[in-house]
């Protein structure tokens, strides 16, 4: 580390004193992320032709729809980082394309896909290629980025290198479902930040974007067959055409992401009403959604018909958390109707969610609810459900115990909203705590982060979610005995993914500290 | 093209016209406070205001398929080729071309520009014409026309023209409320800066691109780089390589070649690039690739002023940067410059006696020289306002004096002949976060200078982005958006901003732009926010917030 000069040394200071700088600045390192399954490599450097080139000698995928042509586009961009790069490249070792081998031609994002890959990167001989080999076109795409990755600008050649080749890689992840939630009802986020959000999450391999579209607060979403539900939006343009859902499927679908989208019932739906009243208990008593009145199914019924056209993923998320049934039991109709059909309230928000459980699966759907569902009534939950853990550690294991699967996001590790949650935590979160058979332990799909949407609009959400998300995103991708033990010992590998989050214009905020912190003061990206 | 040339004519005559019938409604002053979520709405949204501007009553679909049609002597820019193509995608939604077969009230936007002379220096033409009407058939006023003198003032046309366009939610098509419009509009400064500092923190390429996208949209037209401090040296000189080993780390560093890459990426967006170099002080990281820069090895800020080496290196480095940056304007610092190593070290101190020089006397002699090579590089030498208030008298008389320290300096700089650029801290320092955007707004650059012969001198203002606690994750929602406060102050006519009540007047509008801004992806910040950069404080609405 090169101190300057004395007025810089307060700054060394901090850093050999924080011991979080090691010699991560080398660009020669391992600085992949996340972390492959297998990574061999050499020590030669070579260099990227102007002129790389994408070809599919011996692949089964016809690229119809021009994904990975698309794929290979970005990624070039993204290596060139907006440099002009050196036509007068040296005449040996470089690198003149990329062969992309896909076995399967069907390019259907379907939950489990195969996500796995190959990829080598010759050091010598003439004309190389690396070879990219994949089951699926999804696979294909991690490949990318993890070659991607490799690459640095050199700006004194105007070169892009590749550093200790060859390589070989053998990657796939650990988990199949490796989620980030993001929440447009505490505020609206426009379409152009919800596909840079996308973006950024296929750079750590996330791959299911769970779009809580709905909440108290608002209803920005068009739902065709019920077309007041947007009149609960913010304002007139805080909203979402049915075409603008379909949109962020098909452009996240086409970088390997699901998008699951979740209507929460009966809480939180406040905003559902300004559409239509009946919705509510009473004008005076608004949440949750009046059980006893059958318009309340019919409607989640056409929310969930008009869904299934456009989200195409395995799972819809009915929510089910924090149900605060007095309303119930305060008004007059429903508390007769609960005696009328022998229930209490308890018995109410159990029938709510098991009739909603229901009708999502008559759309073809599996069901994924908050843990208050398997909390309050788990024997009773279909067993297509999903258990979406958040209150706290520990009820993984005791769903996975029942035969249900499970999603972690336990709170206290993986609320983004949690800003005094460091990446320390998200990264050393592991979703199979306690979970030692094998069998329960493929029930636990994987793990999501959560950004709810409170504090968070266009203007911080980025900064919010990384780097923190992707220390989660490595946690759910590699496999665990590659997992450091001590957080500090990726530290370094971490900032310098961060820094090539900024270099793709993600606002990626500092490590150093909690979420969302400002730098301290200057310094280099890779040691703040 | 003379075929070209009687139909530009007729255009401008008729414009003129129109804007007679209509001038005595068209104060930019007139703004409906009014907002409601209706499609209707009567309030006129713009940002910054324009000069002059008359509406009606109609609603027009915009196609989606929306051409350009550009004619004049600039037929073929890209320039303007290229950012009809920016805000043509800006306006519709990325669906939105499937399938509709309507008819559509504009389907081709006319844009006259009649120079073909694509020349970006200060004081360039940004003038336009806007007519925004349903297409009458026999009449030349087509539905959409932009006439400009330049192809800069076509493309803030364009920024007008898109503000104009919104989403209809029922329809689901581009509309326009309020037509026809007729908008007659100039900038009232000639330089409508935003400073940005990669020393203290590296922005990468990516990152200074999208800041320059965003100043596009609020008609900012000065992009102050401040290149260099104290902390790192991040840009390549090729006539001393070693300069730039000075960056954080090899990464994070520019190229020559992505100098060029901003400087035209803003040209294309009317944008001038302001390179600065910072000298005698805030220059401590050039000597890590030159320690002889230093005058000791602990003693390593100021610059040597006693050696020829200095100023050579200092001569190459604004021969390398000539090349790169055509604006006529070089900022060469000139702020905060402790002379106490100047004071200390024995071969400067010496140095100073042989010349009979005390160091406040050697600072002058730096900056004057400094400055000379700037003038012989054909280069308006701009300096931060301790030179002038140290040794205004001695300054070259082209200097550009750039206020920061606090307000009163302009009036004095300008009565002694000099021009003029304000930043003053107390109001436009981005990076004071307690500095609301009523302050930006409210700050008056002509403020004290009752002479108005002396008005020109004041070429305009900067809001300064000052990075010791700002980097990429941070630097857009801490520019935004006040920095659009300042840019309409600087844009739009004094009387049209010169309003009391902000609260009524100009706040909804201003949140208005701030969602804008959103919307086209720029992490601008809350506006109510008590400081800057701040989330939200709770759940609510863009345009509450």
Known sequence: MDCISNTRSRLCFVLLFGNFLSSFVSVHGLNLWPMPKSANHGSNTIYLSTNFQLSSHGSNYSDGSGILKEAFERMVNLLEADHTTNSKFPNFSVLAGVNVVVQSPDDTLNYGVDESYYLNIPAKGSQLYAQIEAKTIFGALHALETFSQLCYFNFTTKVVELHAAPWTINDLPRFPYRGLLIDTSRHYLPVPVIKSVIDSMTYSKLNVLHWHIVDDQSFPLEIPSYPKLWDGAYSYSERYTINDATEIVRYAERKGVNVLAEIDVPGHTLSWGVGYPFLWPSQSCREPLDVSNEFSFKVIDGILSDFSKVFKFKFVHLGGDEVNTSCWTTTPHIKQWLDNHHMNESDGYRYFVLRAQNIAISHGYDIINWEETFNNFGDKLSPKTVVHNWLGSGVAEKVVADGLRCIVSNQDKWYLDHIDANWQGFYTNEPLTNISNPAQQKLVLGGEVCMWGEHIDTSDIQQTIWPRAAAAAERLWTPFDKLAKDPEQVASRLAHFRCLLNKRGVQAAPLFGFGRQVPSEPGSCYKQ | ?545
Request: charged share 20%; with cysteine.
């Open chain 2, 1 to 545: 093209m003379p075929p070209h040339k009687l139909p530009i004519s007729i255009h401008a005559l008729l414009f003129l016209f129109l804007l007679c019938l209509l001038a005595s409604t068209s104060h930019g002053r007139r703004i409906s406070v009014t907002r409601s979520n209706s499609n209707t709405s009567s309030a006129v949204y713009l940002w910054p205001l324009p000069k002059h501007f008359t509406h009606g009553e109609q609603t027009l679909s915009v196609s989606p398929d929306l051409t350009l049609n550009l004619q004049g002597v600039a037929h073929n820019s890209s320039i303007v080729q290229e950012a009809f193509e920016r805000y043509r995608d800006l306006i519709f939604k990325s669906w939105a071309h499937a399938g509709s077969t309507s008819d559509y009230d504009v389907s081709t936007l006319n844009v006259l520009v009649s120079s073909d002379n694509e020349t970006l220096q200060l004081g360039v033409d940004e003038s336009y014409t806007l007519y925004l009407g349903r297409k009458q058939s026999g009449s030349i006023v087509d539905g959409a026309t932009i006439e400009a003198n330049t192809v800069y003032g076509a493309l803030r046309g364009l920024e007008t023209f898109s503000q104009l366009c919104v989403f209809n939610y029922d329809t689901k098509a581009v509309e326009v409320y309020n037509a026809p419009w007729y908008i007659q509009d100039e900038p009232r400064f000639a330089f409508r800066g935003l400073m940005l500092d990669t020393s203290r923190h590296y922005l990468p390429i990516h990152v200074i691109k999208e800041v320059i996208e965003a100043m596009s949209y609020t008609k900012l037209n000065v992009l102050h780089w401040h290149i260099i401090d104290e902390q790192s040296f991040p840009l390549e000189v090729p006539s001393y390589p070693k300069l730039w080993k000075a960056s954080y780390t090899k990464q994070e560093r520019y190229a020559v070649e992505d100098a060029y890459d901003i400087v035209d990426f803003a040209k294309k967006r009317g944008i001038h690039v302001m390179a600065e170099t910072d000298v005698p002080g805030h220059a401590e990281s050039w000597g890590v690739g030159y320690p002889d820069l230093w005058t000791s090895e602990n003693c390593t800020m100021p610059l040597d002023v006693s050696k020829d080496f200095t100023f050579e290196v200092i001569s190459s480095i604004l021969s390398d940067m000539r090349k790169i940056f055509p604006f006529e304007m070089f900022h060469l610092g000139g702020d905060e410059v402790n002379t106490d190593c100047w004071q200390n070290t024995a071969h400067v101190k010496e140095w100073l006696t042989e010349h009979d020089l005390t160091t406040e006397g050697a600072y002058q002699y730096f900056v004057l020289k400094a400055q000379q090579i700037a003038i012989d590089l054909n280069w308006t030498p701009v300096n931060w306002e301790e030179t002038f208030d140290n040794f205004g008298e001695n300054l070259n008389p082209q200097t550009v004096v750039h206020n920061w320290l606090g307000p009163g300096v302009c009036p004095k700089a300008v009565e002694k002949g000099f021009k003029c650029i304000v930043s003053n801290q107390g109001v436009w320092y981005l990076d004071h976060l307690d500095i609301p955007w009523e302050k930006f707004y409210t700050s008056e650059p002509l403020e004290g200078i009752n002479n108005t012969e002396h008005h020109k001198l004041v070429l305009g203002g900067e809001v300064c982005m000052w990075s010791e606690t700002a980097d990429t994750s941070d630097v857009q929602q801490t520019i935004w958006p006040r920095a659009a406060a300042a840019a309409e102050k600087l844009w739009s006519p004094l009387e049209a901003t010169a309003v009391y009540d902000l609260n009524q007047t100009v706040l909804p509008r201003f949140q208005y732009f701030r969602c804008l801004l959103n919307n086209r992806g720029i992490a601008a910040a809350p506006v109510t926010n008590f400081y800057a950069r701040r989330p939200p404080i709770g759940p609510g609405s863009c345009f509450e917030q």
